[in-house]
């Protein structure tokens, strides 16, 4: 009777143990979430599907979703090229690239495949007619992007989005500043407004107004590349989109934001917006006037 | 049946303690890894400071975001590699409003690439505050010049003018600091590279680029006109021209970005410098490489030609008209 009973104590104490240490271990998780409301259901199951190295702190932080829109022309795979440099260093991201074609191109493709970034392709059309001088870009693309998020995202999810256009200039601090933004945050962005920096105006803590050489008057004087907006806030609001009709140029942010926020609520990083963190740098276009209207390379090389 | 009850038993012995010794070996790793990395930043610059979390009250446990947000605010490069030649990238640069956004995009780049040694050259009187906070912050491992190009010589005139083209003594004092540096004697392997501050580079380039013996060239996109300009290669693996429109009877047609010289070349030849003056448009890299190797001594990386993994991007001046004369955001604000 003693072994019997022995025998069955030893089978089951090691299972008692792993109860004891996952119970634990549950508790540990929850008490590290960060205050974005994470349940513990979601830590359990963002550590499970995430962090393969098994990283306790990486598992509780936000997802950054960049949002990049983006175009055939020679410059293309430079841009992204850059892009991807900075984005691999940054934990937790996840890239969504929506190209403005009908159909997804070989050459990102191929790209984003050895990127290094976990990344989404998409592809959406502008028509012609909605590419002329002084009507908004790529509006189709991240309303795009938007709606995948909508689709495959749930309240559950902790992210931040971020529209990344692929010409900009991104410091890596940028991106931790914008981690911790519980609805939508603000920063100063370089060369834009037709000066040096245009910034939000800060004062106790929130934005008072904004500091623009481009009509200050906007309900929100900011670039694409100046705010991010918590993932639950693009859920909140699923009829939040970006306009085409009836937007003036330059109001693409305005609209947007208005739809999801107020100026009164918004969180203003980069040491109270006076920090420049992230440049509205352009590529010039190449010369290309050597180039021989047929080609005449034996090769095709891609560029 | 005996046996089946007997396995079936093994296996519930066996399972839970498998289980017990994994979770056991990772969570004795992962405090272990936490402590570590926090030791190793606080041999970090005092300007870590000035970004240090705010927000603690909306954070639970202050202590463990502090490790992560030091952790990766700027990444380390890859750990130094005994076994790897050294790529000393010699970048000349100028003040301007685009620099910090250039030489940031240029560090992204490089926190990528192991034994990458920087040498930024400023075009300037003295070092100036912009670029050294920003090379410390980076935490690359990188050497810090500067040398003032004379004003006269900068600005265009005449085309009879003698000018020295952009860049070049920043670069002629690169290499001499490389060669008052490193001995002939020394076995230390490296590759110089010049590298201009808004061409894009991949990170496959400096891969190719490691195994140069004496000079490398591969194809560099956006130059000559050209979506790329590249060297002629022929089915021996050997240079014999150059494939490109403008002046492709250049000794080496070729872009800064498209070659790269081994250090012990560099040593052996102390009289090779570009030259000052008297260079005409699209000879300056000749002008050096002439000095250094001839024509069959090229090595063709790159698939044989057949890539493009440096582009030579141009950044556009960024509209500054609302500035006026005076200027009217604070200058105190760095850009």
Not at chain 1, 174 to 188: K, N
Not at chain 1, 268 to 289: I, S
Not at chain 2, 30 to 44: C, E, G, I, N, V
């Amino acid at each position: 009777m003693k072994s019997v009973f022995f025998s069955r104590f030893f089978i089951l104490l090691p299972w008692v143990l792993i109860v004891i240490i996952m119970i634990d271990i549950d508790t540990k998780r929850t008490v590290r979430a960060p205050a974005a409301g994470r349940t513990g259901r979601a830590q359990q199951r963002g550590a499970r599907t995430g962090a393969p190295g098994g990283n306790q702190n990486q598992s509780a932080l936000p997802v950054i979703y960049a949002i990049t829109p983006t175009y055939t022309r020679p410059v293309q795979k430079a841009e992204l090229t850059r892009l991807a440099h900075a984005f691999r260093q940054v934990p937790r991201f996840h890239w969504i690239v929506v190209e403005d074609s009908t159909a997804r191109t070989e050459l990102v493709a191929r790209f984003l495949a050895r990127c290094g970034v976990p990344y989404t392709h998409l592809h959406v059309f502008t028509p012609r007619r909605f590419k002329r001088a002084g009507m908004p870009r790529a509006t189709e693309q991240r309303n795009v992007a938007l709606a995948w998020l909508r689709q495959h995202r749930t309240a559950r999810d902790a992210g931040v989005v971020f529209f990344a256009d692929d010409d900009n200039t991104y410091s890596l601090e940028l991106f931790e500043e914008m981690r911790s933004t519980r609805g939508v945050s603000v920063w100063p962005v370089g060369f834009v407004g037709g000066r040096a920096y245009e910034r939000p105006l800060v004062s106790g803590g929130k934005v008072v107004g904004w500091y623009t050489g481009w009509r200050p008057d906007r309900p929100f004087a900011t670039d694409m590349a100046g705010f991010a907006v918590n993932l639950r806030v693009i859920l909140g609001n699923p009829r939040a989109q970006f306009k085409r009709r009836g937007s003036q140029p330059g109001m693409q942010e305005s609209d947007f934001l208005k739809q999801i926020t107020k100026v009164t609520e918004l969180e203003p990083k980069a040491n109270n917006c006076t920090r420049v963190l992230v440049w509205h740098t352009r590529t010039e276009k190449p010369h290309l006037g050597n180039e021989p209207k047929h080609r005449k390379d034996n090769v095709v090389i891609e560029v | 049946m005996p046996k089946r009850r007997d396995i079936l038993a093994i296996v519930l012995i066996v399972l839970p303690w498998t289980l017990l010794i994994t979770v056991w070996h990772q969570s004795a790793i992962t405090p272990l890894l936490a402590t570590r990395k926090d030791d190793s930043r606080d041999s970090r610059s005092n300007s870590r400071n000035t970004f240090a979390l705010k927000e603690s009250c909306s954070m639970q446990n202050r202590d463990i975001v502090e490790v992560v947000r030091t952790e990766y605010v700027y990444s380390r490069p890859p750990p130094w590699s005994d076994v790897l030649p050294t790529i000393h990238v010699v970048t000349p640069t100028y003040s301007r409003p685009v620099q910090k956004a250039e030489l940031t995009r240029l560090a992204n780049t490089f926190l990528h690439v192991p034994n990458l040694h920087w040498i930024l050259v400023e075009d300037s009187q003295r070092r100036t505050a912009l670029v050294s906070r920003l090379l410390q912050d980076t935490g690359l491992n990188y050497t810090h010049l500067n040398v003032e190009t004379p004003r006269n010589y900068k600005v265009r005139g005449d085309t009879r003018d003698p000018r020295i083209p952009r860049g070049t003594m920043q670069r002629n004092l690169a290499l001499r600091w490389l060669r008052e540096t490193f001995s002939v004697n020394s076995s230390q392997p490296g590759i110089v590279y010049f590298a201009d501050d808004d061409n894009t580079y991949s990170l496959e380039l400096f891969e190719e680029m490691r195994s140069t013996r004496k000079v490398s060239v591969w194809p560099v996109a956006f130059v000559g006109g050209l979506r790329y300009e590249s060297p002629k290669v022929n089915t021996l693996g050997k240079v014999y021209g150059w494939k490109t429109v403008f002046d492709p009877h250049r000794p080496f047609a070729i872009d800064m970005a498209g070659f790269a010289v081994n250090l012990r070349l560099i040593l052996y030849k102390p009289q090779a410098y570009f030259k000052l003056r008297g260079v005409k448009g699209g000879y300056q890299e000749s002008s050096l490489l002439k000095e250094l190797v001839t024509l069959n001594d090229l090595e063709p990386k790159a698939a044989n030609c057949t890539k493009v993994l440096v582009w030579h991007t141009r950044t556009e001046k960024p509209v500054l008209v609302n500035e006026g004369k005076k200027g009217f955001t604070d200058s105190n604000v760095e850009i």
